[in-house]
């Protein structure tokens, strides 16, 4: 399907620390974004990445697109407290945006 | 402040009830949303609606009956809803309409159903 499947479900990680998840897709997409969800929240869009781009910068968060093999990163660099959240990936064709299940991501102090 | 407005925020109902979950955009935006979140799945779509018309329905029961009066604003009406319904309901609106736009959600409707 062309819904995407986060990886890992979960991911603690000390406070400064590098947080990376994964996103994995079956079909072919024509872009890919993240958003972050506070919770009980709305979601918040962090990035989006074209399938024609393999990697992209916004301030602390680095993402890469290899759809060879079909999957996407998210990498937050020294992570922050207030970085605590639900983060998921969402791909686009056919003017659908499919969002998988999303990694929970707890910083600890 | 997302620019997205959802009235509830929180909805408790019986199975006989009838309510309505309202959202309300101020982008400027031609597409508008709905979507489930429900514990442990994934966000699913049920309704897109573009310049006022339906272009997406995702097999979602009739007990649920969107309607769009203007591209600013978005209403999903509940009646004789099932617990299994309970779930966080999010709007979300769009530029365009297509996969290129970014969603701006709103905070959501926490909708119980006892």
């Known amino acids: 399907s062309q819904q995407g499947e986060e990886d890992p479900q979960a991911l603690s990680i000390q406070e400064g620390e590098n947080a990376t998840m994964n996103c994995s897709y079956k079909?072919?997409?024509?872009?890919l974004q993240w958003y972050r969800q506070n919770s009980g929240r709305g979601l918040v869009h962090l990035i989006l990445?074209?399938?024609?781009?393999r990697e992209k910068h916004s301030g602390r968060l680095r993402v890469t697109l290899d759809t060879s093999k079909k999957s996407s990163s998210l990498l937050i660099t020294a992570s922050r407290a207030a970085d605590t959240a639900s983060y998921f990936c969402?791909?686009?064709?056919?003017?659908?945006?499919?969002f998988g299940k999303g990694t929970r991501l707890h910083i600890l102090p | 402040e997302t620019g997205v407005t959802q009235t509830p925020r929180h909805l408790v109902m019986g199975m006989t009830n009838k309510k309505s979950l309202k959202c309300e955009q101020h982008?400027?935006?031609?597409?508008m949303y709905w979507y489930k979140q429900s514990a442990k799945k994934p966000l699913e779509l049920m309704f897109v609606?573009?310049?006022?018309?339906?272009?997406e329905n995702n097999s979602v029961p009739s007990r649920f009956s969107p309607e769009c009066p203007n591209s600013s604003h978005l209403f999903l009406h509940l009646h004789t809803l099932q617990p299994e319904d309970s779930a966080l309901y999010l709007c979300?609106?769009?530029?365009?309409?297509?996969?290129?736009?970014?969603?701006?959600f709103g905070e959501g409707s926490r909708l119980t159903v006892l």
């Open positions: 979300a609106s769009s530029q365009d309409g297509t996969e290129d736009g970014e969603l701006f």
């Open positions: 079909t072919s997409i024509n872009n």
């Open positions: 990445i074209r399938s024609n781009e």
């Open positions: 969402a791909t686009g064709r056919d003017d659908k945006i499919i």
């Open positions: 982008l400027g935006h031609n597409a």
């Open positions: 609606y573009n310049f006022k018309e339906q272009t």
